[in-house]
């Protein structure tokens, strides 16, 4: 963070998107360790950055984070990092009117399935290769679909008036 | 006995209404049914994007973490060539954790494209980070970038001295 501030001179915006996610078949199969990681990565994480970058942020600042559908309408296989992702979302929504007398904005997107490495670094190989397809759009979003949200929420010019919302980019809706 | 049979002659004109309603509703039905077949055939994914989009069936693959954007086939499209900035962010500063891939890299790329300088956070990803860094210099912006774990808070915290 000091070498950020150092560099650049100020800062203005601040991103937490870092994330672990390792699904379990089982939930005896979700151990201490692998908990621990994801509460650590993911949670931990966010705390931190938020932590630390505050002090360096002016009125007209923005936080944004990076929530999930998991955390909206939770996720079998992903015990852990949905828990981890409702979290966020409810950081977000808090520390959205804890720092809004400051002037700093806080919100958060909630993607659905995209294409990154993050998936094939967690889902075996056969569910790689169906990857978004249970969604209305029945294909995963690219990366390119999602980041101008980040946008959108960063930048006084669009968002003045928007803080602590959750915004979902998953693809549609189905009633099931 | 005239209230009676008055009774009985609405409890037959209801049960006559209820076998009218469900053959209507028997005729709506069989019309869909002949619809059901033609709609299932037009269940392929819908193109909403400015460019293409890759749809499933995607290659079989699988990584060792944290992961690698430079492996993975398709490769994911980051650069929004559609996407024309619009310093909706001039002269600003942001910081990004995960940035050398996936969502991070993308959204590097954009807030560079309107203006921000961005310095980058991940974990030990170095060829990605030096690609996303490359992609924000391309859109004539500054980047650092910094390897580190944020779930340490002292990684996070500690004053950094040259």
């Not at chain 1, 659905?112 to 397809?133: E, H, I, M, Q, Y």
């Not at chain 2, 209801?14 to 209507?24: K, N, S, T, V």
């Not at chain 2, 909403?48 to 430079?70: C, D, I, M, N």
């Not at chain 2, 002269?91 to 993308?106: E, L, N």
């Amino acid at each position: 963070m000091e070498k950020v501030v150092e560099t650049f001179g100020r800062l203005d915006i601040l991103v937490n998107n870092a994330a672990f996610q390792e699904h379990v078949n089982a939930l005896e199969d979700l151990t201490e360790d692998h908990f621990d990681r994801t509460i650590k990565t993911n949670l931990y994480g966010y705390f931190h950055m938020a932590k630390a970058a505050v002090p360096h942020l002016k009125e007209g600042a923005a936080i944004v984070n990076t929530g999930s559908v998991t955390g909206l309408l939770g996720n079998k296989d992903l015990l852990d990092y949905s828990m981890t992702k409702g979290g966020i979302h409810a950081f977000t929504r808090s520390l959205a009117t804890h720092l809004l007398p400051r002037g700093i904005r806080v919100n958060a997107v909630a993607p659905g399935p995209v294409w990154t490495p993050l998936n094939p670094a967690d889902k075996d190989v056969k569910r790689v290769a169906r990857f978004g397809s249970d969604t209305p759009m029945k294909r995963p979003a690219q990366p390119e679909e999602i980041a101008p949200a980040y946008v959108f929420l960063a930048s006084s010019a669009c968002s003045s008036y928007i803080t602590g919302e959750i915004l979902p980019i998953i693809g549609g809706y189905s009633g099931g | 006995m005239a209230r009676a049979q008055s009774h009985e002659d609405r409890t037959e004109r209801y049960a006559a209404g209820g076998a009218e309603a469900a053959r209507d509703e028997r005729a709506i039905q069989a019309t869909i049914d002949k619809t059901d077949k033609i709609a299932r055939q037009d269940e392929k994914a819908p193109q909403t994007g400015a460019r293409k989009y890759p749809v499933p069936p995607l290659p079989e693959q699988h990584q060792a973490k944290p992961g690698s954007e430079a492996k993975l086939d398709p490769q994911p499209m980051f650069d929004a060539p559609y996407y024309k900035g619009s310093e909706k962010l001039k002269g600003k500063v942001a910081i990004v954790t995960g940035g050398d891939s996936g969502i991070g890299r993308s959204v590097a790329v954009l807030f560079a494209r309107e203006g921000a300088d961005v310095a980058i956070l991940y974990l030990d990803e170095h060829s990605d980070a030096k690609v996303t860094q490359a992609a924000v210099e391309k859109e004539g912006r500054k980047c650092i970038t910094i390897a580190g774990d944020v779930a340490e808070a002292a990684f996070v915290v500690t004053p950094w001295k040259k």
